[in-house]
């Protein structure tokens, strides 16, 4: 079982910056990837970062140039940074963990983060 506790978040007025962090803890996994989805007011969850374990990173297109994830002081744990921010980022944030283990892999949810723009 992989544990994902996130961090971070919260109010800020357009234009600021939020930094959300993201660790994942357990024993017998290791990491394919960790990433950062959002969930809108009535619509799906989307990807907006994610960052492989060999350190590819993928960005939703909307952050573009606007958000960076990386990784902090050890492989388990993901930080996104989030500039420029727009009231359009509002959302709850979603810190998802793609691990393998002896047997099988699994995808694991954090329980999510509200970040709130204010224009």
């Known amino acids: 079982q992989v544990r994902v506790v996130e961090s971070g978040g919260g109010l800020v007025q357009a234009g600021g910056s939020l930094g959300l962090s993201c660790a994942a803890s357990?024993?017998?996994?290791?990491?394919?990837?960790m990433g950062w989805y959002r969930q809108q007011p009535g619509n799906e969850r989307e990807l907006v970062a994610q960052?492989?374990?060999?350190?590819?990173?993928n960005y939703a297109d909307s952050v573009k140039g606007r958000f960076t994830i990386s990784r902090l002081n050890a492989d388990n744990t993901v930080y996104l940074q989030m500039n420029s921010l727009k009231p359009e980022d509002t959302g709850v944030y979603y810190c998802n963990v793609l691990a393998s283990y002896w047997g099988g892999h699994d995808g694991y949810w954090g329980q999510g983060t509200q970040v709130t723009v204010s224009s």
């Open positions: 357990g024993t017998g996994f290791s990491i394919n990837a």
């Open positions: 960052r492989t374990a060999g350190g590819s990173t």
